[in-house]
């Protein structure tokens, strides 16, 4: 029962084995990838908030503790996603 619990959320079907001491008889290449592919547009997208913002304050006309507020809420969603997720997890 806790085994299929903990693959309930597999989308790509990964045909290795599990062996006795917890590590796989495979590398899940796709699984893998994705992780790969995230970190660098993760920050990606943290540089761009800087230039962003510069931008919006601008276009905005946003003080400085407007745009503050921005980049503190852009960070802090990180934060407050990953404490959500690991507490439903």
Not at 65 to 83: C, D, E, K, M, N
């Amino acid at each position: 029962m806790e085994q299929n619990k903990s693959h309930r959320f597999e989308f790509v079907k990964f045909r290795g084995r599990e062996l006795d001491n917890g590590y796989v008889n495979k590398t899940p290449i796709v699984q893998f990838v994705l992780v790969s592919l995230l970190f660098p547009m993760w920050g990606a997208a943290a540089s761009l908030n800087d230039i962003l913002i510069t931008q919006f304050k601008t276009i905005f006309n946003l003080s400085n503790f407007a745009s503050a507020y921005v980049q503190s809420a852009f960070f802090f969603r990180i934060f407050y996603y990953g404490h959500t997720c690991f507490i439903f997890n």
